[in-house]
Structure formats: C-alpha cells, structure tokens
C-alpha cells in the first residue's frame, strides 16, 4: 500500500468511512440506515481493490456528496455506478 | 415457511377439537395401535424436551406412561391420508424438533412455556386416548387398553391461544417471505463472509455489525410501539447503541477482502426491515414473533463477528495499521525503515491493535444477549389497542343475556353457550 499516489476512489472510500463512523455515532435509527449504506457502498469498492485514503473531517453529508462527486468523475463506468446506487439508495430512505 | 411451538399449538388445538368431535368412526385396533406408536414416540421425545423443571410430577408420570408403548415403528404403514393420530404424532414431533433450537430465553419464559407444554401435552394424549378407545371394535380389544385407560384420564386446555413465551421456540428459512425471509438469508451471508478470521473483511465485520444495530433497532421500535413503557424498548435500544459502535472501526486500522455476499443480503435486509414497518402491517403478537425471531439470529451472527474479532485481535493478525500511527508507538530505526513511502503497515508480531474492537463486540453482545432473553417476556404482555378494544358502550352485547336463558350448574359453558344462542335465534324465525 504505497502512499506515493493517494487515488480519487481511495478517497471517495476514506470519505464513506468517514461518513459511516459519524452516522453510526449519532445513534438513531435513520442514521444506522445510512450508515449501513455507506458501508455497503464502501464494500463496493473494496471489493474492487481499493484502500481507504486519509481524508479530512467532513461532516457526513459533505463527505457523502465529496465521495459520490469523485466516483461519478472517474472514467470507469463500474466507479459511476457505485456513486449513483449511492445517492438512490439515500434518497429512497431505505 | 417459519413455524414457532406457537403455531403448532394452535394447530394441535384445532386437531384435538376436531377428535372431540363425535363422528362414530372406528379403526381396526391393529390400526390404533401402529398409530400410538409413533404418538407415543413424539409425545416422549417433547416431555424429555419440555425446559426447567414446569414438567413436575405430572411429567413425570406421563413420561411413566409412555414407557409402556412398544418404541419401535412397526410395520410400514400404507400410504394415503394422514389417520388424526398419526397428525397429531407430525405436530407433536415437529414440537420436540423445534424444542432442540435452545433460543437465548429467560428462566420466566422457560417456566411459561414449560408449564404450556407439559399442559397441552397431557390434554391431546388424553383426547387422543379417548377417541382411541371409541374408535375401536368391540370384536377386537386393543393391548394397549390400560395406558390408553390412564391417558384418557387427562383433559385438554380449551383456551385456543397459548402464550406468546412459546413462540420463542421459531424456525425461520431462506425462502421465508417478508422480514424472516430477509434475516435468514442475512445471517447465512454473515456467516460466509466473517466467521473464518483468515478471510474476514473489515466491511464484512462492520456490515455484520451495523446489520445487528439495524435489527436491535426494529425490535425496539416494535416494542416501542406496542409496549413503549416496558424494558424491552430500553434493552433493545442499548445493544443497538452498543452494536453500532462495534461497526465503527477507526480510521488508522484496515482489514482488507471481500464481502460481496454479505453486501448484498444487508442491503435486502434494510428493505425488509423498512417495509416491515410500514403501516398496516402485520397483528401485534405476529410483529413481537417476528423482531424477537430476528434478534435470536442477531445474537448467533454476534457471537461469530465476536469471536472471529478475538481471532483477529489476538492470534496472527491480518490488521493493517495506518503507518504514521505506526511510528508514533514503534519509533524503532527498523521501522522507520519500513515506513517510508508507505500509507499502510500490517501488525507487527505482539502488536494488537485491534483490541478496542473485539471489547467493543464483547460489550454488545453482551447488551444483545440482554435483550434478546427477556424481549418476548417484556414486550408480550400487548393490549389491544383502544380502537380495537372498542368503547364500553360497544361492549355492551357481551353482557347481555337472552331471555328466558337458564343455566344448569352442571352444563358445560360452550354447551350452554350454544344453547343459548340457538334460543336468541329462534326468537327472529
């Protein structure tokens, strides 16, 4: 894991960390769910490969929009899908 | 399609009415007798299972009983429909197949469902016993007369409803429809994804994790709004507080794989979970069976993400640590070496870092265990809400009475019921 290069997606994926960690910490029942979404986002890309990058504190809705925002400006389509099921999936309310 | 001890009372109860029924059949006593031994069989297997010691004397005497039936199954029996001893000897053996689950349960509920059991046992051996003696043909006595003469002696509960404690008891499977269907399916990608500590992923672990809290959290809101004042909404509520911070791994620790699987089971279960609680929903007791069904699966996928967090912590660590995290506790020439040019360095040997995480596991399951053992005793006592129960005015009809209905002392309260009804109906002919 080589810090030379800090790639857009590692960032996107530290953001998604981030954002989980500070919805699961406010401990309600809508913030659990969007926690668990960001995760699942989050398995997406690591699933791919990626590791996190340091990011700096956002809080969790910026953090959210930074990491859709980078994944949607990737050129791989697989990377913009991730982002959009992201937003639906928050958007939905589930 | 999931099934509780619950479910199979209630279908026990229908099928013991149905054999009090008086139809004037009869049955070759060679029949009656293949039957019982496979009635005796289940019957024994539930009183050996019945929990705490509710089964008592009684049990105990009932269990003397049965020894007294021949155990092996006999000749094959032809196929065709089921004879009703041989459905009842199916819903008594599904009873003691369910007993074998050994769900996290109070001593109360135990106590509950024990006394239940043993009650509901006695009360269908006894019916059965009793149709078994009318059935037979005076031509052929049966063998087994005396035990049966014993057995009949037993009376059944007529109360058709046991209580809730017995649904503790709950066998849910993958293809289960709605929310079962969905925690089933959870927990076997739960299982997959993280309870081998050489393949388990830091997202597999939180999504367990966050997927516990998740449940924690349903189960809360149901008892919330059924039984907001009781301790069921409190206890449900601290281990999701509890399992949601085990899902918040640090930002400086990283457990790379795969948790394909589990990502998509946890995504079905919080679509089955949010359409659970839309409105208009399921009856009340079916909602409590549901969310307590579901933390019983919790509580297992707690204990594997606990244990495989123990395996991390301790044994040979997969733990991957941020590396200026790295230099701050190991400030070492060697590893100053290692870390340059690099974001990530795994554990050194001795090194846990992924200590505070296993703790946090601990703690929750221990506040899951909590909840999910007293969840039915403290959220069963349900009212039906004030709209059902209806006004005092709407209830009125309850307490009249049909004129000129008289009730001997010694007529059986349905018989007089009937009775009674039949009377008021004559009025409008």
Known sequence: MDAASPKPVSTALGHLHDAAAQLLASHDPTGTRRALICLEAASDLSDLGVPPAPVPGL?????IQ????????????????????????????? | MATSIRDLLIRLNAQVRDLNKPAGVTRPAASIELDWR????????????????????ATRRLQLILGSFPTDPGPARPSGSLDPLLELATALGAIADLLTLHPQVSQAIQQVAGVTLADRLQGTLGAAATWSLHA??????????RPLRHLAGYRADPSPFPPLATAAWRLTGCNDPGLDGAVARWAVA??????DPRTASQLGLQLGAAGIALICRNAAAVAGRLRPEGPALADAEEAAVAWERAAMWPADLHLGGRSTYLRDASANLREAITNAAAPGGAPAEHQLEVAHSALQTAWQVGGIIAGT?????????????????????????EHVLAATGKDWLPDAAGIHSAKPLHQAATNAQQALTKATKHYLAAAGQVQPPAEARGSDQDLAWEVTTAPNASCSPDEEPLTAARRRHLSSNRRFV
């Open chain 2, 309 to 333: 967090l123990h395996e991390v912590s301790y044994g040979a660590s997969r733990v991957w640590t941020r590396a200026d995290q790295v230099l701050r506790y190991l400030p070492s020439p």
């Open chain 2, 38 to 57: 496979h009635l005796a069989s289940a019957a024994h297997r539930v009183a050996d299972l019945t929990p705490a010691d509710a089964a008592g004397h």
């Open chain 2, 190 to 195: 739960a299982q997959e994804t993280v309870a």
């Open chain 1, 66 to 94: 930074r990491a859709t925002d980078l994944l949607r400006s990737e050129p791989q389509a697989e990377m913009c899908g991730i982002g959009d099921r992201l937003l639906r999936e928050l958007a939905r309310g589930d």
């Open chain 2, 136 to 145: 037979q043909p005076d031509s052929s006595p049966l063998a087994l007369e």
């Open chain 1, 59 to 63: 809080p969790a809705k910026l953090a």
